[in-house]
């Protein structure tokens, strides 16, 4: 028989599905690597073939009532890792624990396809009487749910290095999932032999579109976990360990599982091809075919035996003691108090809905304040509020579970927006002056760290100040966006838009920065892209592999948007979006301008000279304007979000001739204000900063 030395199942692209496609992306399957990343981990490490082969003989030799006084029952506490860096890759928790619901019904023979199992074989069909649980207790004591969030570029071209924040392996399974695998492959294990003096690399990696049943993942591709933690408890390929199947018959040390030379196809019929009359194990989970549905007898004798072994720390995990110190054997707790929104910058009359996240425990209370009152509005899971006046509010949940409360408050989560802009085209930004982010601007971080689109001095295409954003940083992976104030654009036609760039690749293998900018006509309900540009089109300079800033007005470029889906609209606003990785280099942004041709009404109110001086001003300032002719005139002062806050004059009619009205500051605030000029019907506005 032959001996599994090493195993690193990387699913092929045949497994499952007889089309070679994945139900839900369309993309071809993949293909298993388990022979080159057994020969790569040989090369790295020349001892280990020798210590594995002895290690696997001695096992052979203990191999005698492997199971005397002990529990019937093996339960594996588990963390799942998410790798991810804010895209499909971030499944969300309900996709972790329907992996978990389907591990179960396949080890405990739970599984409803073990009925189509053909004749051969139903009676050798096993409940391996192995459990999963997701941890409840971190290896700190720490109330957890098992799954573990990382935002990290190593998502893609995941390897062994991508095995992060692991946690002990005798007291957990740790699974990672990533967007995608070096190797081009699905998912990939070792054996407990290979790793028994390794724990840094013990546990699997996997393809976020491979886990569970729920989209991304399908039903056709649930099983690869199966197929994986097989291998994770010494089992091998049904054809032993070769690594690709149809090379040759094989035996994989189990003798109800006859000697195969494996199968991507699901041949149930005529498959008695290594030996004749003897039909081969085709539904066995450790086969590359798309209908698996057992283990046999022996197979989880194997994986039982495993488990009480010493190797790798196995017999650890099912433990009384590390059931009680993961959590698993104990009543779930309530950990924390959680929720998402449906949206965060919204109009006034916008409903949001509040989705709660806590974790975990059953929930049976629900307590929130929407608008900062500190009253209860809503005592529903998941309400829905509408917003009827302007301003930033926080938002406060608490939930309860019968015994514990939980409490989280997200301070300024919602900004509520005016119905009315409060700039006008057209209009220019430079970020000459200090106070980034400007009043009506919003800068916002995928991940809320403090690597956000930043005014620096450092660099400039005119003037001295730019927008920078540290993608150069290895940890500074995110999306991140900055979003202007609402703009009138209904003063011009033909609307352009432009800006000024500066970035550079850090090296070759770049390939995953991206810049977008969108239009918005909603507050931020709905988002229109009107620019994407990549690695390919991105690059105003030369690679460098150093931190990047521009040192010469040559490595800027002027960039045009297409913003004639805006024409005519009254409440607009844009959105920058850089999409990084942590691995790329850094971007600047300058000279915002946002023009057209301005219209007849818009050339009229410019004849009125409408002007505030001293501005910025601290205790008063003068605004002055003059009229050709006899015109209905009035004035107000509007805050940033559109409210307004001084009646300056009543509509009064007014002779021709120049005008010049003091104002004081009176109670304003310091911050930024607009002084709107109304002149029979058409109006115009002169943004004012008090210090």
């Not at 579970?401 to 085209?425: C, E, F, R, W």
């Not at 300058?590 to 023009?595: E, G, L, P």
């Not at 001084?646 to 109670?667: C, D, F, I, M």
Request: proline fraction near 4%; hydrophobic fraction near 35%; charge should be negative.
């Amino acid at each position: 028989m032959k001996k599994l030395l090493l195993s690193i199942c990387l699913l092929p692209s045949y497994f499952l599905l007889a089309q070679e496609r994945h139900p839900v992306s369309g993309e071809p399957l993949k293909y298993c690597g388990q022979t080159e990343a057994t020969q790569e981990l040989y090369k790295k490490y020349p001892y280990l073939k020798n210590a594995v082969e002895i290690i696997e003989q001695q096992q052979e030799q203990q191999k005698v009532n492997p199971e005397t006084n002990q529990p019937p029952v093996y339960t594996i506490p588990v963390v799942v890792h998410i790798l991810h860096n804010y895209g499909s890759e971030n499944i969300p928790d309900a996709n972790v624990k329907d992996a978990i619901r389907i591990l179960n019904e396949d080890f405990r023979k739970l599984n409803a396809d073990t009925a189509s199992v053909v004749a051969a074989f139903k009676s050798l069909v096993a409940d391996a009487e192995i459990e999963f649980k997701l941890a409840q207790l971190d290896p700190n004591g720490i109330c957890t749910n098992g799954i573990d969030r990382i935002a990290t570029p190593r998502t893609y071209k995941a390897n062994d290095a991508s095995k992060l924040n692991i946690w002990p392996r005798s007291k957990y399974l740790n699974i990672w999932t990533v967007n995608n695998i070096a190797s081009g492959a699905a998912g990939y294990t070792y054996v407990p032999a290979s790793v028994n003096g390794s724990p840094s690399i013990d546990g699997i990696i996997i393809l976020y579109n491979y886990f569970g049943a729920l989209a991304p993942s399908s039903a056709g591709t649930a099983r690869a976990l199966t197929h994986e933690i097989g291998h994770w408890i010494n089992l091998q390929h049904c054809w032993g360990s070769t690594n690709q199947p149809n090379v040759s018959c094989g035996d994989d040390g189990v003798s109800d599982t006859p000697i195969t030379k494996g199968w991507t196809t699901c041949n149930l019929t005529t498959n008695d091809v290594c030996n004749a009359g003897i039909q081969e194990n085709v539904q066995n989970y450790m086969e590359y075919a798309y209908c698996q549905r057992m283990f046999t007898t022996l197979q989880a004798t194997r994986m039982r035996f495993a488990l009480t072994s010493s190797t790798a720390q196995r017999n650890n995990l099912w433990t009384t003691a590390n059931l009680a110190a993961t959590g698993v054997s104990t009543a779930v707790q309530l950990c924390t108090a959680d929720f998402k929104t449906s949206k965060t910058v919204v109009c006034v009359g916008t409903s949001v809905t509040f989705t709660d996240l806590s974790w975990n425990g059953t929930m049976t209370s629900w307590q929130w304040d929407f608008d900062n009152d500190l009253t209860t509005d809503a005592t529903t899971q998941n309400p829905i509020y509408t917003y009827t006046a302007a301003g930033v509010y926080s938002v406060k949940l608490t939930v309860g579970d019968g015994v514990t409360t939980k409490t989280v408050t997200k301070s300024s989560l919602i900004v509520v927006l005016a119905n009315t802009a409060s700039m006008q085209a057209p209009f220019s930004e430079g970020f000459e002056n200090t106070g980034y982010p400007y009043s009506d601007w919003y800068n916002t971080s995928a991940s809320n760290n403090a690597n956000v689109w930043t005014r620096v001095t450092t660099a400039a295409y005119t003037g001295s100040a730019s927008l920078k954003l540290d993608n150069y940083t290895p940890t500074s992976g995110d999306i991140d966006e900055f979003i202007t104030p609402s703009i009138d654009m209904s003063t011009v036609t033909s609307p352009t838009m432009n800006f000024r760039l500066a970035y550079v690749r850090k090296n070759s293998t770049d390939t995953l920065d991206q810049l977008r900018v969108l239009t918005s006509v909603n507050c931020g309900s709905t988002w229109s892209q009107r620019y994407l540009k990549d690695f390919s089109t991105l690059p105003t300079t030369t690679t460098t592999s150093s931190s990047f800033t521009p040192t010469s007005a040559t490595q800027w470029r002027q960039d045009n948007v297409p913003i004639s889906n805006v024409n005519g609209q009254t409440n607009v606003r844009f959105r920058f979006e850089f999409t990084g990785h942590g691995v790329g280099n850094n971007i600047y942004l300058d000279d915002i301008n946002i023009t057209g041709v301005v219209s007849v009404e818009e050339e009229f109110a410019t004849d009125f000279g409408f002007n505030a001086y001293p501005n910025p001003f601290g205790e008063s300032t003068t605004i002055s304007f003059t009229l050709a002719n006899k015109h209905t005139v009035s004035l107000g002062i509007y805050d940033i979000i559109g409210k307004e806050v001084v009646e300056v004059s009543n509509p009064a009619e007014l002779n021709a001739g120049s005008y010049s009205l003091p104002l004081n500051k009176h109670t304003l605030t310091s911050g930024i204000y607009f002084v709107k000029l109304n002149v029979d019907g058409y109006s115009v506005m002169k943004k004012v900063i008090v210090e």
